[in-house]
């Protein structure tokens, strides 16, 4: 019901009450004065106060401050609804297809958001134990031209992913490929500090850590060795 509608119906109860309140007075003040009747009429009058005091508080009162907040803090503006945390409950629910799905239509509306592809790979590896598709979904969005950051972001996830399948020289190849492509920046400084960390690996035969390993697994959190920081959606290197 909209605030209009409700003065309306508050200002007809008032003219009611006025109306009735004007009767019992006359009737106060006649000459021969119907005592059960002013009684009657003070008592509507009562009922009818009672009434409008109810709808004040029930329906205009209410409909008066959605109305200033809306004019003062709008908040009635909608709100971009946040796809990630679609895919984050579905994920929660265990169903990490659906989360994959959601992340890929993600993908598809904003073909910058790196974040969402990365999601993918963790997935895939994580939850599925499936590493071949999560590498194949890092390889083909490496395909494109990408700015510094994302570019770097998508490299290295496939780095993790190739860690995790036991192929430290190919995870080496691609972060190589960052030092030599991005040199002299802070993406090729930051892939320099993951092949010395990889070349390490190859000598004790640990396996580096990786972004994509379990918290279990990587001791809880993520890993600095493990590359980029996560890049906002759409935001490029400057």
């Known amino acids: 019901m909209g605030i209009s509608l409700r003065l309306l119906f508050l200002a007809a109860f008032a003219w009611l009450g006025f109306v009735l309140l004007s009767e019992a007075a006359a009737q106060a003040h006649s000459a021969t004065p119907d005592n059960s009747r002013i009684i009657l009429l003070y008592g509507a009058v009562i009922l009818d106060g009672v009434v409008i ?45 659906g989360a994959i799905a959601d992340y890929e239509k993600i993908f598809r509306d904003d073909p910058s958001d790196t974040l969402a592809l990365s999601e993918i ?37 496939l780095a993790d992913v190739y860690l995790l399948q036991d192929d430290p020289l190919r995870a080496r190849e691609v972060v190589t490929q960052i030092a030599e492509t991005l040199s002299g920046t802070k993406y090729g400084a930051n892939a320099l500090h993951r092949l010395h960390e990889i070349d390490r690996s190859l000598e004790t035969g640990v396996r580096a850590p990786t972004d994509l390993d379990a918290p279990e697994e990587s001791g809880g959190g993520e890993s600095p060795a493990a590359g980029e920081e996560f890049p906002e959606a759409g935001e490029t290197a400057g």
């Open 121 to 157: 790979a963790r997935i895939c590896c994580r939850d599925l134990g499936d590493t071949a598709r999560a590498a194949t979904v890092l390889e083909r969005a490496l395909e494109s031209e990408w700015p510094h950051e994302q570019s770097s972001f998508l490299a290295n996830r």
């Open 53 to 97: 005091a109810a709808m004040l508080a029930l329906l205009v009162v209410p409909a008066v401050g959605e109305w200033l907040g809306s004019v003062f803090f709008n908040p009635n503006q909608e709100i971009e609804h946040d796809l990630h945390s679609d895919a984050i409950a579905k994920l929660a629910q265990g169903d990490p297809e």
